[in-house]
């Protein structure tokens, strides 16, 4: 009975077949592929800016069209972490009197994102002086 199990060990051992050439060439490229993505996210990880966001906010050149005032801004965030509900204003105060106020929130800015509106005025912001900025954001 022994030389029967010893038998049946010896044939299994005969039936797996070695492995192709091109079973181990897909191995190795799998392999790879699992190295560079597991590298590049513990890289991101490690280099990822711990900073709360950091908002700015610059005016662009106003135009009219239509007796408005179109004032273009853009936001960006300088900073490691997302910004979310980010509220920009704008104010034009005319011989020390606040004319006119506008806002806009804009829904998410990411780390190094930017983000581009305007605001409308009936008055001219030129005659006045003109206030944009970022007046709050919350964190994700």
Request: hydrophobic share 35%; glycine share 8%; net charge negative.
């Amino acid at each position: 009975m022994s030389q029967a199990n010893e038998s049946n060990d010896h044939k299994k051992e005969q039936q797996q077949p070695k492995r192709t050439l091109a079973e181990w060439v897909t191995f190795g490229a799998a392999s790879l592929i699992l190295a560079v993505i597991v590298s590049l996210v513990g890289y991101t990880w490690l280099n990822e800016k711990h900073q709360p966001p950091v908002l700015g906010v610059s005016n662009k050149t106003i135009r009219e069209a239509d007796g408005q005032f179109y004032i273009p801004f853009e936001v960006v965030n300088t900073g490691g972490e997302t910004a979310e509900s980010v509220q920009v204003m704008a104010q034009l105060e005319i011989n020390g009197e606040v004319k006119e106020t506008g806002d806009i929130q804009i829904d998410f800015l990411s780390s190094g994102e930017k983000e581009r509106g305007a605001f409308i005025f009936k008055r001219d912001p030129r005659q006045g002086q003109l206030t944009i900025r970022v007046t709050s954001y919350k964190l994700p």
